[in-house]
């Protein structure tokens, strides 16, 4: 089919339009938080609809994963980004010739433009053949950009950006001022005053002295002064000048749209792999998935929230990895354990390890095989809404119908502590009937709950737990553990602590 885009293997795939809304489950998950970060410091490039929009087939997270590794090569990489930067010049020129006022100097500033974008171009052809990708994208890419840079618009562009180069710079006129009068005459060999000024100064020169002199400041808008001897020029020597309207004029929209587009989105892997490079300094591992949208069989070492990793790798403090796997008939975590020791980021982390799968990026951990699900959901504890008239228990039933009645077979729904406001009778009831239906949909499913017996639903349910210190029971590790639950929570932890159980309150009072 021949090169279509560097961030999308297919039309099927993308690009997306521009006003692409935040997915529901982006503020549970964090997502929201990493997507800020990624795209902060870019904001010409309008990454959010990239990072918004989430591939269904393996073949197009591998093309992505094959042009991210391309990227990891210095040489590559080098390439790209001076072009990038060229680029950013080139914008530049032209955002400049929009705000000037005089017509010729604007044309000027308009050809800077197209000469900048010229020599990018070119550069780049030549810098990626040599260092001969290997992913499909920049092979296609580098490809395309050749017969791009054979074809007539742009060879008539080269043409017309040297011959004008050619004509203006051959320009030479005089200048004489006599009191106010300015007279401008084409030159005609007249002698260089200034450097007959300098070399009789330089007989007085006695050794290094300090310079005095000092810079001119160079304004990009021309005085009046300027412009009228600018005009004056014109008129002596027309031919550069209407070349130079001429140009503005037939190459008007010189950008072509395919440059545009790859200049774009080459910047979401760039600002991606900027994102995560804090964390790679500081010893987090991140790896490309395995993903399969058909064997559910799941395993992820070493990893982590990258939301949290970030906001704790700039502070310098240590980040908590965990590991996880999935295998035969099991689709379903339950996570119990003591308050306040990593379930909920666990939780998090499963959720994030999937969308960043299907947006084709390196994820956190050493190794990762992940199911490429269709859809994403997540029911996070909420506060109360006054303004809708609901209680808290009928809002959690209310979103959790809606994602039950949206949910497939490829879905991964991500819950945390629902129905928390109920009765552990009426929790237990509901979570039940919940469960029950996403085992019946085979769903992938994290559940971060304080029922344990909802990890003996089945042979699809994996019981995990928040583990605490086995030298000290109310001390949490925040590591997430595949193990039974044992029904000790936390409060009796700390009550053994200090002494407050049961048993050890009766003895102090016998005593």
């Given at each position: 089919m021949g090169y279509h885009s560097i961030l999308f293997e297919t039309l099927e795939d993308g690009p997306p339009r521009d006003d692409v809304p935040e997915p529901e489950c982006f503020g549970d998950l964090n997502l929201d938080e990493i997507e800020r970060k990624v795209t902060q410091?870019?904001?010409?490039?309008?990454?959010?609809?990239?990072?918004?929009?989430?591939?269904?087939?393996?073949?197009?997270?591998?093309?992505?994963?094959?042009?991210?590794?391309?990227?990891?090569?210095?040489e590559i990489s080098r390439?790209?980004?001076?072009?990038?930067?060229?680029?950013?010049?080139?914008?530049?020129s032209l955002a400049q010739a929009e705000k000037l006022h005089y017509p010729r100097q604007k044309q000027w500033w308009f050809l800077e433009a197209a000469?900048?974008?010229?020599?990018?171009?070119?550069?780049?052809?030549?810098?990626?053949?040599?260092?001969?990708?290997?992913?499909?994208?920049?092979?296609?890419?580098?490809?395309?950009?050749?017969?791009?840079?054979?074809?007539?618009?742009?060879?008539?562009?080269?043409?017309?950006?040297?011959?004008?180069?050619?004509?203006?710079?051959?320009?030479?006129?005089?200048?004489?001022?006599?009191?106010?009068?300015?007279?401008?005459?084409?030159y005609d060999g007249e002698s260089d005053y200034?450097?007959?000024?300098?070399?009789?100064?330089?007989?007085?020169?006695?050794?290094?002295?300090?310079?005095?002199?000092?810079?001119?400041?160079?304004?990009?808008?021309?005085?009046?002064?300027?412009?009228?001897?600018?005009?004056?020029?014109?008129?002596?020597?027309?031919?550069?000048?209407?070349?130079?309207?001429g140009f503005a004029q037939s190459h008007a929209d010189f950008l072509d749209a395919g440059v545009a587009a790859f200049d774009r989105e080459v910047q979401f892997y760039i600002a991606y792999d900027a994102y995560i490079q804090l964390c790679r300094e500081q010893g987090l591992s991140f790896c490309f998935p395995v993903v399969s949208s058909c064997s559910k069989a799941e395993r992820c070492d070493d990893t982590f929230d990258l939301a949290l990793a970030h906001k704790l790798c700039s502070e310098k403090l240590p980040v908590v990895r965990n590991d996880f796997w999935l295998e035969g008939a099991e689709r379903i975590f339950v996570v119990s354990g003591p308050n306040n020791g990593g379930k909920t980021t666990f939780a998090r982390m499963f959720g994030q390890l999937h969308y960043l799968a299907r947006l084709g990026c390196p994820v956190p951990g050493i190794h990762a095989s992940l199911y490429l699900c269709d859809q994403l959901f997540a029911h996070f504890e909420r506060e109360e809404n006054t303004r809708d008239m609901r209680g808290k228990l009928?809002?959690?039933?209310?979103?959790?119908?809606?994602?039950?009645?949206?949910?497939?077979?490829?879905?991964?729904?991500?819950?945390?502590?629902?129905?928390?406001?109920?009765?552990?009778?009426?929790?237990?009831?509901?979570?039940r009937r919940i469960i029950s239906q996403i085992m019946g949909r085979d769903s992938l499913c994290v559940?971060?709950?304080?029922?344990?017996?909802?990890?003996?639903?089945?042979?699809?349910t994996v019981s995990?737990?928040?583990?605490?210190?086995?030298?000290?029971?109310?001390?949490?590790?925040?590591?997430?553990?595949?193990?039974?639950?044992?029904?000790?929570?936390?409060?009796?932890?700390?009550?053994?602590?200090?002494?407050?159980?049961?048993?050890?309150?009766?003895?102090?009072?016998?005593?």
């Amino acid at each position: 089919m021949g090169y279509h885009s560097i961030l999308f293997e297919t039309l099927e795939d993308g690009p997306p339009r521009d006003d692409v809304p935040e997915p529901e489950c982006f503020g549970d998950l964090n997502l929201d938080e990493i997507e800020r970060k990624v795209t902060q410091g870019y904001d010409e490039y309008s990454l959010t609809p990239f990072f918004r929009t989430a591939l269904t087939r393996e073949s197009a997270v591998r093309y992505r994963h094959a042009v991210m590794r391309d990227l990891g090569s210095q040489e590559i990489s080098r390439c790209i980004h001076a072009f990038a930067q060229s680029m950013r010049k080139m914008r530049a020129s032209l955002a400049q010739a929009e705000k000037l006022h005089y017509p010729r100097q604007k044309q000027w500033w308009f050809l800077e433009a197209a000469s900048r974008y010229c020599d990018a171009l070119e550069a780049l052809d030549v810098s990626l053949r040599k260092a001969c990708p290997r992913s499909k994208g920049l092979r296609e890419f580098s490809s395309w950009l050749a017969g791009y840079l054979r074809g007539e618009a742009f060879a008539g562009l080269r043409r017309d950006v040297v011959d004008l180069h050619a004509a203006l710079e051959a320009i030479s006129y005089a200048i004489h001022i006599h009191s106010n009068a300015v007279t401008v005459l084409n030159y005609d060999g007249e002698s260089d005053y200034s450097a007959r000024v300098l070399a009789i100064f330089e007989r007085f020169k006695q050794g290094d002295v300090k310079d005095y002199s000092v810079e001119p400041k160079e304004w990009p808008e021309m005085n009046h002064v300027e412009a009228r001897i600018l005009d004056f020029v014109a008129q002596l020597q027309p031919r550069p000048f209407a070349m130079l309207a001429g140009f503005a004029q037939s190459h008007a929209d010189f950008l072509d749209a395919g440059v545009a587009a790859f200049d774009r989105e080459v910047q979401f892997y760039i600002a991606y792999d900027a994102y995560i490079q804090l964390c790679r300094e500081q010893g987090l591992s991140f790896c490309f998935p395995v993903v399969s949208s058909c064997s559910k069989a799941e395993r992820c070492d070493d990893t982590f929230d990258l939301a949290l990793a970030h906001k704790l790798c700039s502070e310098k403090l240590p980040v908590v990895r965990n590991d996880f796997w999935l295998e035969g008939a099991e689709r379903i975590f339950v996570v119990s354990g003591p308050n306040n020791g990593g379930k909920t980021t666990f939780a998090r982390m499963f959720g994030q390890l999937h969308y960043l799968a299907r947006l084709g990026c390196p994820v956190p951990g050493i190794h990762a095989s992940l199911y490429l699900c269709d859809q994403l959901f997540a029911h996070f504890e909420r506060e109360e809404n006054t303004r809708d008239m609901r209680g808290k228990l009928q809002d959690d039933l209310t979103r959790m119908h809606t994602i039950l009645a949206n949910a497939t077979p490829r879905s991964v729904v991500v819950m945390n502590e629902i129905f928390s406001s109920t009765t552990l009778a009426d929790a237990v009831f509901l979570c039940r009937r919940i469960i029950s239906q996403i085992m019946g949909r085979d769903s992938l499913c994290v559940c971060v709950t304080f029922i344990e017996e909802l990890s003996r639903l089945g042979p699809q349910t994996v019981s995990m737990v928040s583990e605490t210190s086995a030298a000290n029971p109310a001390a949490r590790t925040f590591r997430i553990r595949r193990k039974a639950a044992d029904g000790r929570a936390y409060a009796i932890s700390v009550a053994a602590q200090y002494g407050l159980t049961y048993e050890r309150l009766k003895e102090r009072l016998a005593s």
